[in-house]
């Protein structure tokens, strides 16, 4: 009923800056909230930047990283300026959606898109 389709992503070198999209189609009434989660290998999957009621970000990537939000679009983008190299991961975005009016919220996953950062 709704996919989430990223782009962005790639190799970028530390210090660098890289910027992933996010857009969500199919039957939509309302997006509480879309954000961004990562995957680093050998680690669980963990919350990078959401915007929704409020805007929340993971401590590491605060004051380098800023989400955003068109609501026209459906769309979400996340800006990561000053990348390290424990940026590096495979990044999610999410979505947390209401097809029709009185349905509850469902979650949504795109398919994910790495990001390396090295030199």
């Known amino acids: 009923q709704v996919q989430l389709v990223e782009s962005g992503g790639g190799l970028v070198q530390p210090e660098g800056s890289l910027s992933l999209s996010c857009a969500a189609s199919?039957?939509?009434?309302?997006?509480?909230?879309m954000g961004w989660y990562r995957q680093a290998p050998g680690k669980q999957r963990e919350l990078v930047a959401a915007?929704?009621?409020?805007?929340i970000y993971a401590d590491s990537v605060k004051g380098r990283f800023t989400i955003s939000r068109d609501n026209a679009k459906n769309t979400v983008t996340l800006r990561m300026n000053s990348l390290k190299p424990e940026d590096t991961a495979v990044y999610y975005c999410h979505a947390v959606i209401i097809h029709a009016y009185g349905m509850a919220p469902r979650v949504y996953w795109g398919q994910g898109t790495q990001v390396t950062v090295s030199s």
């Open positions: 915007s929704g009621a409020q805007t």
């Open positions: 199919g039957t939509i009434f309302n997006i509480n909230a």
